[in-house]
C-alpha cells in the first residue's frame, strides 16, 4: 500500500479498495518501524490521524469525493497546526504548541487530507541539509549516511522512503527543490504570493513559498490544488484563480520552447550531472520541445544578494522568539537584556544565530546602502534577465543542484561551502518564480534532478511538463533499496 | 546672555478606528489585560499583518487638512529593537516614504497674531503595548492590548519658540483631529501624546543647540511645564560651563524635573527596512477626491467664516472655532437667537466660566444651546435684560427648565409699559427729593455721575425689571423738567 | 569588510545574543567567511538601478474596519513561559 501515489491512493479509495483508516494505520505502522533510521518526523501525530481518516471515511461514505479526501500527507513543521507541537526544528520552539492552523493546513484539512505529523527541517528552514535541526539529522533513505537535503528535508526523506504519499514543504532559496531532487522526488516551489504565508512561520518573507513534495508531477497537481489559493490574511497572497493542475498534465508540450542558460553549465558542476541533464533535454526534444541555449547573465551575482537578503528579513522575522510570550525561555533571568541574550543564545542553533547576525549587520547603519540596497538592486537585475529570457522561450530547463547529496557531517563547518550549493534554486526565489525539480537519473547511486523554471503563474505548465516527461522515463519511479 | 528657545515636536494620535492597523482586534480602552491583543497583535509565529482601510482614510484626511502633500506611494518599514511591549522586536512604522509628507498648520498665539508651523511629516504606525511596574514578584507585567493601535505619528519642523507656542501647536493640533473624527483627543488615555525636542542656543546664533527628547508628555499644562523646566535646566548647564548632551529624558509633574531615560542610554540603530509582509499601499487619485470630500469645514475657514458671516473679532472668530463641539454650539445659539455677537459673548464668557466651574466639555454643558439661543431672543425682543438675563441662565443650569419657563414662573418678563414705569420714577422721585434738588442746582457734570444714582434707585424699585432704555429717557424727562 | 571582535560583540547585541566568550573568535571567523562572499556583490555595478523588494511588485491591500477578533487569552497564555492576572511577566522594566 505504501507505493501508492496520491493519484492511485484517490482512485483506491474512490473505489472501495481500501478505506483512509486502513491505509492511515498501515502508514503509521511504516513510519514506527522505520523512520527511528531517518528521523524524518519531529512529531506523529497518531490519534489525530486515525481521527481525521475515520471522518474522512465518513465523509465518502456520506457521498462526498475529493482526491485528497481520506489522502494521507505530512506538514513541515513549520505549518502550525492548532493543538500540536509546531517546532520549527528549533528547541526555541521545542515547547510550542500552535494555537491556530496555518492556512495550508487548514485548507487541506477542509480537503479531507489526513495529516500523520510534522517533518523534520533545518532549523527555521535555514539551511540545505537538514542538519541544523534541533531533532538531529535527516537520513537520505538513498543512502543513510548521507543528507536528504534541506530545508524540507524530513518531508522529502518520508516520501522518498514511502513512508507517505506527499507532504507540504517550503522553499526560500531551494528548500522543496533542492531535497527533491537529493531524494529522487518532484518538489515544486510555486509563483511568490500563489501560496498563503499566513500560519507559516517566516526565515524570509519575501521569499518563502510553501509548495509540494511527491514522488510524481501528477501528485504535485493534486497536493498543489489543495494548497494554492487566495488568502485575504496574507498580504502577499495574489488573487489569481487557481487553475486546474490536473486537467493540463495531459497536454502535448510540442513546440515547446526551452531555455538552457550557459551560465548553468559552468565548472561548478558535477560533469556527470550536467550529463544526466543533456540527458533529459533530449527526452523532452524527443516529446517535441524545442531547446535553445539562453543567457542570465546576472547569475553569478544570486548567491550573495540571497545571503543579504534573506537573513536581513529572518534577522527581523526571528526577533519576536525573546521569551516573553511563548517558546524557550531561559532559566532565571538576571535582568531583561539577560532574558532575551540568554533564551536566543540558548534556543537557537549556530547557523541560524550566524544569519541573524549577518541580517543585523547587513540592515545596520551605515551598511545598509552598500548591501540590503545594492542586493535589492541585483534583486532587479536577476529578476530582468529571467523577463527577458522569457522573452523567448516558454522554459527554463538546468541542474536542481550542482552535486548529489554530500556526506552528512561534509559541511558543516563551513557554511559558505552550503550556501554554494543553492546557485540555481534561489535565482527563483529572488524573482518569485514558479519552478520544479524532478528525477534525472543517478550519480553513484544518489538521485539527481533536473529543474524547470516558468514564467509567473504558470504551474500548470510546469506540472505538464513534468508529468509528460514522466511517461516516458522511470527515475521516479525508482525506490530506495530498504524502504 | 540672552538665550532663545526652539521646539519641535512628535504628536502620537490614536487613529479612531473600530479595529487595529494590522488585526480586527478592538481598541477599547480600558479592557482587562491582553483581552484584545490577537495572534497578530501578540506576535505569534507564523503570523501576518494586513492593513486597516480606515487607518489609511484617517491618516490622509489630516495630510489634506494640513495642505500636505499626500505620499501616494507610500511604504512600511520595520523598526527593529528588542522592549517587552514590542511583540514582534519590531515596529511597523514608516521610514523613507511616509503617508503625508511636507505640511504646515496656522496657529493663534495668545496676543492674536497667527503663526505659521511647519510639519515635516505624518507617518502610520503601530502603538506599542503596555508596561506595568506593579511588581509582580519582582517583574513587571506586560499588557499587549494597546499594540497595534493605529497611530498617526505628527512630526513638526522646530519652529516654535516658546512652551506657550508649542502647547498653542499641541492645542491647535488636538482640535483639527478632533474636528476630522481622527482621534477622540483622550489625552488622560493617552490617544494624543507628545514627545518634545528642546534646545537653546543663544539669541542670534543660526545654528541650532544640542537637543533634548522629552518623551510622552500627556497634558497641555505638563507640556508647557516640561519644556519650561527643561528649558531652564539647558540654560543652567550651559551658563556653569556644561554641555547639552542629546538624550531622552523624561518628565516628572511631581518633582517638576526632567531626567534622563535609563532605557535609552544607548545609542540605537533601528535597522529599518521595507516591511516584506506589507506592499506599497498606493492612493490613488478616486480615493484622494473621495477622501476630500468627507472633509469637515476645518478651522481657519470657519475662523474666517465667523468673521464674514457674523462680524466677529478675529480673536472671538478664532476662540469659537478652536474645537468642533464649541463652533457647532455657537452656530446653533446664533441660528436660535439671530444675533451673533451677542451669542458669541454669551458662549464665550458666561457659558465658559460656568463650564469651567462645572469642569465639563461643551458637549456636557448643563445648558444646552437651545436653551441660551431661547435665552437670547428673549433679550433682543426686550422681554428681559442682560441682567435679569443672568438670573435666567443660572437658573437653567440649575435644571429649571426654558428660558421662557422661568421668566415665566418668576416673573421675570421687563416692564416696558411707560405709565407703569413712570409711576415708578415719580415714587423714587418723591422719596429722593433732596438728591433732585442737588441735582437741579448741580452743573452738567455733576449731573452726569448723579443721573446714574437715579437709575439704580429706579431698577432697584422695579426689582430689575423695568426696561432700563426707558427708564433712561423717561427720568431725564421727569429730572429736567 | 573584515569583521572586529568589538563589531560582533556589538552586532551580537544588537540582535540580543548571548556569545559565549569561547565562540567569538569562531563567530568572527564564520561571520567574516559569509561576509566574504557577500561582499562579492560590491562589483556589480547597479547605477540606475531601482531596488526591488517584492518579486511580483504588487500594491497593498486595504482590509474593512472591522473588529474579527475575540479574546481569547487563556488559550494564548496556555503557551506563555509567565504570566500572572492575565499579564505576561518579564524581569522588571526600567524606563
Not at chain 1, 541542474?399 to 552528512?408: F, G, Q, R, V
Request: a negative charge.
Amino acid at each position: 500500500m505504501h507505493q501508492l501515489t496520491l493519484a492511485e491512493i484517490a482512485q483506491g479509495l474512490a473505489a472501495k479498495k481500501f478505506s483512509s483508516v486502513e491505509l492511515t494505520q498501515s502508514l503509521l505502522a511504516r513510519i514506527a518501524q522505520l523512520d527511528p533510521q531517518l528521523n524524518s518526523f519531529i512529531t506523529v501525530t497518531q490519534d489525530s490521524a486515525l481521527q481525521q481518516a475515520k471522518a474522512a471515511d465518513e465523509r465518502r461514505a456520506a457521498g462526498e469525493t475529493g482526491a485528497l479526501l481520506g489522502a494521507p500527507l505530512a506538514h513541515k513543521d513549520l505549518f502550525c497546526t492548532q493543538g500540536i507541537r509546531t517546532s520549527c526544528g528549533s528547541k526555541m520552539l521545542d515547547n510550542f504548541t500552535a494555537p491556530y492552523d496555518a492556512t495550508v493546513v487548514a485548507k487541506l484539512a477542509a480537503a479531507g487530507a489526513v495529516s500523520l505529523g510534522k517533518t523534520n527541517m533545518d532549523e527555521f528552514a535555514m539551511g540545505s541539509a537538514n542538519e541544523s535541526s534541533h531533532y538531529g539529522a535527516v537520513k537520505n533513505p538513498w543512502n543513510l549516511e548521507h543528507v536528504p537535503g534541506g530545508s524540507s528535508g524530513g518531508s522529502a526523506a518520508a516520501v522518498a522512503a514511502r513512508l507517505l504519499p506527499a507532504a507540504t514543504g517550503t522553499d526560500t532559496g531551494g528548500s522543496i527543490r533542492q531535497p527533491a531532487a537529493l531524494t529522487n522526488l518532484t518538489g515544486l516551489k510555486p509563483t511568490y504570493g500563489r501560496v498563503s504565508r499566513w500560519g507559516m512561520i517566516a526565515y524570509a518573507s519575501s521569499l518563502d513559498q510553501g509548495g509540494p513534495l511527491a514522488r510524481t508531477a501528477e501528485d504535485c497537481a493534486l497536493l498543489l490544488q489543495g494548497m494554492a489559493g487566495f488568502d485575504a490574511k496574507d498580504s502577499t497572497s495574489v488573487d489569481e484563480p487557481v487553475p486546474d493542475y490536473s486537467a493540463t498534465l495531459g497536454d502535448s508540450i510540442k513546440g515547446l520552447r526551452i531555455g538552457l542558460p550557459k551560465e548553468y553549465f559552468s565548472a561548478g558542476l558535477d560533469p556527470r550531472i550536467a550529463e544526466l541533464i543533456h540527458a533529459s533535454v533530449k527526452e523532452l526534444e524527443k516529446l517535441g520541445a524545442v531547446v535553445k541555449e539562453i543567457s542570465l547573465p546576472n547569475m553569478q551575482h544570486a548567491i550573495p544578494a540571497y545571503y543579504v537578503i534573506a537573513p536581513a528579513e529572518a534577522s527581523s522575522n526571528l526577533s519576536r522568539f525573546d521569551g516573553v510570550r511563548f517558546g524557550y525561555r531561559c532559566e532565571d533571568p538576571k535582568d531583561l537584556t539577560d532574558l532575551y541574550k540568554r533564551s536566543r543564545a540558548e534556543g537557537f542553533g549556530a547557523e541560524v544565530q550566524n544569519r541573524i547576525m549577518v541580517g543585523a549587520y547587513a540592515l545596520s547603519a551605515g551598511y545598509y546602502d552598500a548591501y540590503y540596497l545594492q542586493a535589492q538592486k541585483i534583486r532587479r537585475l536577476i529578476k530582468n534577465d529571467f523577463m527577458a529570457a522569457f522573452q523567448d522561450v516558454d522554459l527554463i530547463l538546468g541542474p536542481t543542484t550542482p552535486n548529489p547529496a554530500w556526506k552528512i557531517g561534509a559541511k558543516n563547518n563551513d557554511p559558505v561551502a552550503a550556501y554554494l550549493e543553492d546557485v540555481y534554486t534561489i535565482t527563483a526565489n529572488l524573482a518569485g518564480l514558479p519552478g520544479i525539480s524532478m528525477p534525472a537519473g543517478f550519480v553513484d547511486g544518489l538521485p539527481v534532478g533536473v529543474q524547470l523554471l516558468a514564467p509567473y503563474f504558470q504551474e500548470g505548465r510546469l506540472l505538464n511538463v513534468a508529468h509528460q516527461y514522466q511517461l516516458t522515463t522511470d527515475w521516479h519511479t525508482r525506490t530506495p533499496t530498504g524502504f | 546672555m540672552q538665550w532663545e528657545v526652539v521646539i519641535g515636536l512628535e504628536i502620537h494620535t490614536q487613529l479612531a478606528t473600530q479595529s487595529k492597523i494590522f488585526s480586527g482586534s478592538a481598541t477599547t480602552f480600558g479592557s482587562a489585560p491582553n483581552t484584545q491583543a490577537s495572534l497578530i497583535d501578540l506576535g505569534m509565529p507564523g503570523v501576518l499583518p494586513v492593513l486597516n482601510e480606515e487607518a489609511v482614510r484617517m491618516a490622509v484626511k489630516f495630510g489634506l487638512a494640513i495642505d500636505a502633500e499626500i505620499g501616494q506611494h507610500n511604504v512600511f518599514a520595520r523598526k527593529n529593537y528588542f522592549y517587552p511591549d514590542l511583540p514582534k522586536g519590531y515596529q511597523i512604522s514608516q521610514m523613507e516614504l511616509p503617508i503625508v509628507g511636507k505640511g504646515h498648520l496656522d496657529i493663534t498665539l495668545e496676543d492674536g497674531t497667527v503663526k505659521r508651523v511647519g510639519i515635516t511629516r505624518a507617518h502610520l504606525e503601530e502603538d506599542a503595548g503596555k508596561s506595568l511596574h506593579e511588581d509582580f514578584s519582582g517583574m513587571s507585567g506586560i499588557d499587549l492590548n494597546r499594540a497595534g493601535t493605529p497611530l498617526l505619528e505628527i512630526v513638526s519642523e522646530p519652529d516654535m519658540r516658546s512652551a506657550k507656542e508649542a502647547v498653542a501647536y499641541v492645542k491647535a493640533i488636538h482640535a483639527l483631529v478632533r474636528y476630522l473624527g481622527i482621534c477622540d483627543g483622550n489625552m488622560a488615555e493617552g490617544s494624543l501624546r507628545c514627545d518634545c525636542n528642546v534646545s537653546v542656543r543663544p539669541k542670534g546664533q543660526a545654528e541650532f543647540g544640542t537637543r533634548c527628547e522629552i518623551k510622552n508628555v500627556n497634558s497641555f499644562r505638563f507640556i508647557e511645564k516640561a519644556i519650561n523646566t527643561e528649558v531652564q535646566r539647558q540654560i543652567e548647564l550651559i551658563e556653569d560651563g556644561g554641555k547639552v548632551i542629546q538624550q531622552t529624558r523624561l518628565y516628572d509633574p511631581n518633582k517638576d524635573e526632567t531626567r534622563a531615560m535609563r532605557s535609552k542610554e544607548e545609542a540605537n540603530d533601528y535597522r529599518y527596512f521595507p516591511d516584506p509582509d506589507l506592499l506599497p499601499v498606493i492612493i490613488d487619485d478616486a480615493f484622494l477626491d473621495t477622501t476630500r470630500a468627507t472633509l469637515p469645514e476645518l478651522p481657519p475657514q470657519k475662523r474666517e467664516r465667523f468673521q464674514a458671516q457674523f462680524g466677529l473679532s478675529a480673536y472671538d472668530a478664532s476662540v469659537l472655532a478652536s474645537s468642533r463641539e464649541q463652533a457647532d454650539y455657537f452656530e446653533q445659539v446664533v441660528g436660535i437667537s439671530g444675533d451673533a455677537k451677542l451669542a458669541a459673548n454669551w458662549v464665550m464668557v458666561e457659558l465658559g466660566s460656568l463650564l469651567n466651574k462645572q469642569g465639563v466639555e461643551i458637549d456636557a454643558s448643563p445648558v444646552s444651546a437651545a436653551q441660551l439661543g431661547g435665552m437670547l431672543k428673549r433679550i433682543t425682543d426686550n422681554t428681559i435684560s442682560g441682567k435679569i438675563a443672568k438670573m435666567v441662565f443660572e437658573a437653567m443650569a440649575n435644571g429649571e427648565g426654558s428660558a421662557d419657563e422661568i421668566i415665566e414662573a418668576k416673573g421675570l418678563k421687563q416692564v416696558t409699559d411707560s405709565g407703569a414705569i413712570s409711576a415708578v420714577l415719580d415714587e423714587m422721585l418723591a422719596a429722593n427729593a433732596e438728591q433732585v434738588e442737588q441735582y437741579r442746582a448741580a452743573d452738567e457734570a455733576k449731573r452726569g455721575k448723579m443721573f446714574g444714582f437715579f437709575v439704580g434707585q429706579a431698577m432697584k424699585a422695579s426689582k430689575g425689571k423695568a426696561n432700563p432704555q426707558q427708564v433712561n429717557e423717561l427720568l431725564k424727562q421727569k429730572l429736567e423738567g | 569588510m573584515a569583521l572586529e571582535r568589538s563589531e560582533v560583540e556589538k552586532i551580537a547585541h544588537l540582535a540580543r545574543l548571548g556569545l559565549n566568550e569561547a565562540d567569538i573568535p569562531r563567530t568572527t571567523e564564520t561571520l567574516n567567511n559569509i561576509l566574504g562572499l557577500i561582499d562579492l556583490m560590491q562589483a556589480v555595478d547597479t547605477t540606475g538601478i531601482e531596488p526591488l523588494a517584492h518579486p511580483l511588485e504588487a500594491t497593498q491591500r486595504l482590509r474593512q474596519d472591522q473588529v474579527t477578533e475575540q479574546n481569547q487569552r487563556d488559550a494564548y497564555q496556555a503557551i506563555a513561559p509567565a504570566v500572572q492576572d492575565g499579564l505576561y511577566l518579564v524581569p522588571k522594566v526600567i524606563e
